[in-house]
């Protein structure tokens, strides 16, 4: 049991009294257990993450890659997937790149770490990059780093508007407040 604790406690948002609750109720219910099983087939045979930009893609289609509408010449840099997510459910009509992380010294997290020469390669002159890194020491760190890397190989780069507070992350935004903050952002290299 401590074993099947400790693997569960390894997902994000799950604590120690949440994964007995998990076990317990999975042993009691055949059902859900059953239903777990199918989740876990059916997530592991149609998402995966997108080799281009590393958000998701759904049956081998990412919503921001694939789509033809987006403006190719707009890339939004989040830090995780669930913040773009967020970003796709605003008016933002550009592609995105997932970080999956921001750069942390004290942690030993590098700049390559987080797919930033990724972010790197798909830049031209022609790009605009938004920085939407969460507001906190290490999202400026990061953002600061993007900037330095990249202020001379595009053509535009902005950062989202202060209306989010500091220490504030994208994931608790609501739609309205990321949709302004997108759209009132203020240039920091032109």
């Known amino acids: 049991m401590k074993d099947l604790v400790e693997r569960l406690k390894k997902i994000e948002g799950i604590t120690e ?3 007995e609750k998990i076990i317990f109720d999975l ?3 055949d059902n859900k257990l059953t239903l ?3 989740t876990l087939d059916y997530i592991e045979k149609n998402y995966k993450s997108c080799e281009v930009c590393n958000y ?3 049956k081998n289609i990412c919503d921001f890659c694939d789509n033809k ?3 190719k010449n707009l890339i939004c840099v989040v830090t995780s997937k669930k913040e773009a997510k967020k970003v796709f459910k605003s008016n933002y009509k550009g592609l995105i790149h997932v970080l999956n992380g921001e750069i942390n010294l004290n942690k030993n ?3 390559e770490s987080i797919h930033l020469p990724n972010l790197f390669a798909r ?3 022609e790009t605009e990059v938004i920085i939407a890194t969460n507001l906190t020491f290490n999202g400026e760190v990061t953002a600061n780093y993007i900037l330095n890397s ?3 190989e595009c053509k535009k780069i902005t950062r989202l508007a202060r209306g989010i507070p500091f220490g504030g992350s994208l994931d608790y935004l609501d739609d309205e407040t990321l949709t302004n903050a997108i759209e009132n952002r203020k240039i920091i290299k032109k």
């Open 123 to 125: 830049i031209s002159k």
């Open 36 to 38: 777990l099983k199918e």
């Open 109 to 111: 997290i590098l700049p």
């Open 27 to 29: 042993i009691e219910n």
């Open 69 to 71: 509408t987006r403006d």
């Open 150 to 152: 990249l202020k001379n």
């Open 17 to 19: 009294k949440t994964s």
């Open 56 to 58: 998701y893609k759904f």
